[in-house]
């Protein structure tokens, strides 16, 4: 992963909207330091050094590294720590002069929310040795509250079934529990750290309802025979050997937290309308055997980019994305390549695509992909798309229906080639084609079905012929 600098103050952090997370200069709140210290009877005040918000999707983060020690001076642009977000590692600076007094989350500490305390500094020439700790109280109101779709704020406890069932069972009170899940839910793996750290939980004892007498005695149930399924699933317990019907739980990381909340988010509030056309690749195929004996090697998915590239160029109300209150016509062709990740899928942006070569457009999507796995992607190349490409062909799938990538109004996604006998309709023979299957996903609310079908036909058009297009 690519670490890059940048200082505390650089970042704010918007609460998500309907569509999208997104970066602005705001009021709301800032992420920096106090900038006062002073001695009190309980000691020195510290400039508070809290999680900041490094990247568009960012609800939490992880301490990668300390790069400072404690009692260590610090100058103002000093490296802090390195965060990983859910995009990148990113290297935090100081914008003020002290010394790092105390450490509050070690090298390692995962799932760390938006505005938690994770550092105390005190001014230079103050006793860094007498910083004053914030109460666990104190800090936890310091951390910063999510705001929902409808700017409201939520502070009651979440707990999942699991968590829930745990506590309950064992008595233990949910408040005590420091929550890691996505906006602040309770896992499992927080009930069972709770767990650990009770000595002697006690359980809690059952209320059966007072019922009636009856004339007539009910007679006692009697027990699940054996190999029945029980009701409730028995616990698993890390690092001992699972018992039959029990279940692992696997923390997801912080990339594919927020792919799971985008998918969502997707396919819930977008109405998703779906057309594919058969595109012959015969010409395609023959132009790139013509490159490749001048050592120009180019793949099929360029050829799909600049078509789709020059198609939306020549049909700007396809160009377009949902802002909220309506369609948002797009001035520049942008196009979001699909890559997969060890850590999940993520979107590097072919900019300008449809001025671009072909030649140009695979050396920027080889570049951007490579940069992809390595985790070394910068926000702005992976930020702004106007129009996303999925390609399985290399996987052999025929054909699939892909998930648009909000605030984009469609997605292309893309099948593998194949050869299918078809009767020429002119001479009334046989022959064989190179078909491809595309499915286009459109939002309904800014691409109905017929300006899709034209985007399709327009697209075959393009790549079929593709002398029609600037290739260089």
């Known amino acids: 992963m690519k670490k890059i600098k940048y200082k505390q103050t650089d970042f704010l952090f918007l609460s998500t909207e309907a569509t999208r997370m997104t970066y602005k200069y705001t009021t709301l709140y800032t992420l920096k330091f106090c900038t006062t210290a002073k001695h009190t009877a309980g000691g020195v005040s510290p400039l508070k050094v809290q999680m900041p918000a490094l990247s568009p999707t960012m609800e939490q983060g992880n301490i990668v590294k300390w790069l400072k020690k404690e009692g260590e001076a610090v100058a103002a642009g000093d490296a802090l720590c390195e965060i990983e977000t859910d995009k990148a590692v990113v290297t935090m600076e100081s914008n003020d002069d002290g010394v790092l007094a105390k450490i509050l989350m070690e090298e390692g500490s995962?799932?760390?929310?938006?505005?938690?305390?994770?550092?105390?500094?005190?001014?230079?020439?103050?006793?860094?040795?007498?910083?004053?700790?914030?109460?666990?109280?104190?800090?936890?109101s310091l951390k910063p509250k999510v705001l929902s779709h409808s700017l409201v704020f939520f502070s009651r406890l979440r707990l999942s079934p699991a968590a829930r069932h745990i506590l309950d069972t064992h008595g233990l009170d949910p408040k005590l529990a420091t929550p890691t899940g996505p906006r602040g839910i309770i896992t499992k793996e927080d009930a069972l750290n709770l767990l650990k750290a009770s000595p002697a939980p006690k359980a809690v004892p059952s209320v059966v309802a007072s019922t009636p007498p009856s004339p007539i005695s009910a007679p006692a149930a009697s027990p699940p025979p054996p190999g029945s399924?029980?009701?409730?699933?028995?616990?698993?317990?890390?690092?001992?050997?699972?018992?039959?019907?029990?279940?692992?739980e696997v923390p997801a990381s912080n990339v594919r937290r927020v792919i799971a909340q985008r998918l969502t988010q997707s396919k819930t509030t977008i109405p998703h309308s779906y057309a594919s056309i058969d595109c012959d690749m015969a010409a395609v195929m023959q132009l790139r055997k013509d490159l490749a004996k001048e050592q120009i090697k180019v793949s099929v998915n360029d050829f799909i980019i600049k078509a789709a590239a020059v198609t939306l160029r020549e049909m700007p109300e396809v160009n377009v994305t949902w802002s909220g209150d309506g369609a948002r016509a797009l001035d520049s062709v942008h196009i979001s390549i699909a890559v997969a990740t060890d850590k999940g899928l993520i979107t590097p942006i072919i900019k300008d695509a449809a001025n671009k070569g072909v030649q140009e457009i695979s050396s920027n999507a080889k570049a951007l992909a490579q940069k992809a796995r390595d985790g070394k992607l910068l926000p702005e190349e992976y930020q702004g798309g106007s129009f996303s490409i999925s390609n399985l062909g290399m996987f052999g799938i025929s054909g699939f229906s892909a998930v648009i990538n909000p605030p984009q109004a469609c997605i292309l996604a893309v099948g593998t080639s194949r050869a299918e006998l078809q009767l020429c309709e002119d001479d009334q023979t046989l022959s064989t084609k190179q078909l491809m299957t595309v499915t286009l996903s459109s939002d309904g609310r800014l691409v109905d079905d017929e300006l899709a079908s034209r985007f399709l036909d327009k697209f075959r058009a393009n790549l079929e012929k593709p002398q029609r297009m600037a290739l260089v």
Request: proline share 16%.
């Open 229 to 248: 399924r029980p009701n409730i699933p028995p616990l698993s317990v890390p690092g001992k050997p699972g018992a039959p019907g029990t279940f692992t």
């Open 110 to 140: 995962r799932n760390v929310r938006l505005g938690t305390l994770i550092a105390l500094m005190v001014e230079e020439g103050q006793d860094w040795k007498h910083v004053e700790i914030p109460s666990p109280d104190a800090m936890r």
